[in-house]
């Protein structure tokens, strides 16, 4: 009897082990069933500086997420709405989990890809001596190279991971499984234009988002593309300055010499700013950045490869703000955008412009209060002799001054940084522990910035970035793209968040 019950006991045993679903071929076959979905949703122009096309955005995700059982509801704002999709759990006393994606993307030139149209998403591979060439859509069917790419405006920044997110969430149903928690989801349509509503709407709807923690689906991993998570990233701020010259553009030879040019004093304006090494020259720019010994170890045991990643960058050496790659990003920085006077090119032309303009984004940490940066980098041009405005000079100010500078700025949102051992940290690591059969890296700080900061000073949620798609995807810029191993990788890393027990 004995010796029956230990074989029973063994085959039950058995039984379970050959009965729990294998993580690799659930990923890739819900990944595979929702490639179809996933083009359907790139179709969608999703510029928000468009309103008629983000409504198309919010009516397909209202029709998709309710097909995965959530009910949807508008947050009303001033512009676009924010969407909150919501699924229960049946598990009494659950906790609740607050999910962050974005639907709306960067601006497109269609003139700058290598394709029809940044909207009808394809699949391509890289061929050598060819670079990327397309291949059928209909490739995705059969077996899956890794290194294929589906390029598309947002396919990975970031309706990539929203489509992750469904296809996991299709893979729990596959699996009969209720969720261990209720789960809310909050999809934002403007976070490119910095989610201007954003701080005011969770204050308006605070009760709607309660939740004791928060995970972001958005950005890329660790440059290494291992398993990753980011438990900080940085706030961002705009200031955009113009500085200007004659009223009217002038002829080079008849005024050169003699009439002042605005694109060589912005020119020395900005040069100003840094020194040749890349660090801020503005007294006071990186006050309050101090280290501890807790926070050096924590930025030390992310394996960063600083030759591969100045390889990848193509640069021979790096700014020298700070002495690693880690240590450079919790630092608040100046980054010149983009500038603008006069043409270029076939267009050239010899003109005295009448203005220049150079467009600044400056990446705020939780140590730097925002308007103080703004108010250093004002008034360091005031000390260069300018008159600094918020509009347009009059003619009396022109003939008045000799050096004028329009100066506008902008705070989209802060800095928001959680702790490794964190409630929401452990879970997460365990999460993707269980998923990878190792412990994901952990970033303090990520470079990039999203719009988090007013779920956690608002309403008290701490907040980790569970990122998914391939580094090297172009994001922000002509040909994005999504390599296929990061998305059925991403479906995977999801739905063993979707398993895990927050408590």
């Given amino acids: 009897m004995k010796n029956t019950t230990c074989l029973i006991f063994c085959m039950f045993l058995s039984f379970c082990a050959v009965a729990q679903p294998d993580p690799d071929a659930l990923a890739l076959r819900h990944a595979r069933a929702t490639f179809d979905e996933f083009k359907e949703m790139l179709a969608l122009a999703n510029d928000a500086h468009y309103p008629e096309d983000i409504e198309k955005n919010v009516q397909w995700c209202e029709a998709a997420f309710p097909r995965r059982e959530f009910t949807t509801q508008r947050l009303a704002t001033a512009t676009a709405p924010l969407l909150l999709a919501e699924r229960k759990s049946r598990r009494s006393g659950a906790p609740t989990v607050l999910a962050y994606l974005q639907m709306d993307g960067q601006p497109v030139d269609p003139s700058f890809w290598h394709q029809e149209s940044p909207w009808k998403a394809v699949l391509k591979k890289q061929v050598p001596g060819e670079g990327w060439v397309e291949i059928p859509w209909e490739s995705l069917r059969g077996e899956l190279n890794p290194e294929w790419r589906i390029f598309a405006r947002a396919a990975s920044d970031a309706k990539g991971p929203v489509m992750m997110f469904l296809a996991a969430m299709d893979a729990l149903a596959s699996l009969g499984e209720d969720l261990p928690y209720h789960l809310k989801v909050i999809i934002d349509f403007e976070e490119e234009l910095g989610s201007p509503q954003l701080p005011k709407a969770v204050e308006t709807y605070r009760r709607e988002l309660a939740a004791e923690a928060l995970v972001i689906f958005d950005g890329p991993p660790h440059i290494s593309n291992e398993p990753t998570l980011s438990f900080g990233a940085r706030g961002i701020a705009d200031v955009t300055l113009t500085v200007f010259g004659p009223t009217f553009l002038q002829h080079s030879g008849h005024y050169g010499n003699y009439c002042p040019n605005p694109a060589l004093r912005l020119a020395q304006l900005l040069a100003g700013m840094k020194d040749e090494h890349g660090r801020v020259t503005i007294p006071g720019f990186y006050d309050g950045i101090v280290f501890d010994e807790k926070t050096k170890a924590e930025m030390a ?3 960063d490869d600083e030759q591969f990643i100045r390889s990848k960058l193509g640069v021979a050496t790096a700014d020298r703000v700070a002495g690693t790659y880690q240590e450079a990003l919790q630092y608040p920085s ?3 955008r983009g500038m603008a ?5 076939e267009e050239v032309r010899t003109i005295i412009p009448a203005t220049a303009t150079a467009e600044i984004d400056v990446r705020l940490v939780m140590e730097s209060d925002p308007e103080r940066l703004i108010g250093l980098i004002r008034k360091y041009i005031e000390d260069q002799g300018y008159v600094v405005l918020d509009r347009q000079p009059d003619s009396r100010e022109r003939l008045s001054h000799d050096k004028i500078c329009r100066f506008d700025y902008s705070v989209s949102y802060k800095a928001f940084r959680t702790e490794f051992d964190s409630e929401t940290g452990i879970w997460l690591t365990k999460a993707l522990t269980k998923a990878f059969g190792k412990a994901p890296l952990k970033i303090r700080t990520a470079g990039g910035s999203i719009p988090i ?11 980790v970035a569970v990122p998914t798609v391939n580094p090297d995807n ?9 390599r296929i191993g990061n998305y059925v990788d991403g479906v995977k890393t999801i739905l063993a968040v979707l398993r895990e027990p927050l408590k």
């Fill in 301 to 303: 045991q992310v394996p």
């Fill in 453 to 463: 900061s007013p779920f956690v000073t608002t309403l008290g949620i701490p907040a």
């Fill in 334 to 336: 100046l980054n010149i």
């Fill in 341 to 345: 006077s006069g043409w270029v090119g």
């Fill in 474 to 482: 172009n994001q922000h810029s002509p040909n994005e793209n999504i």
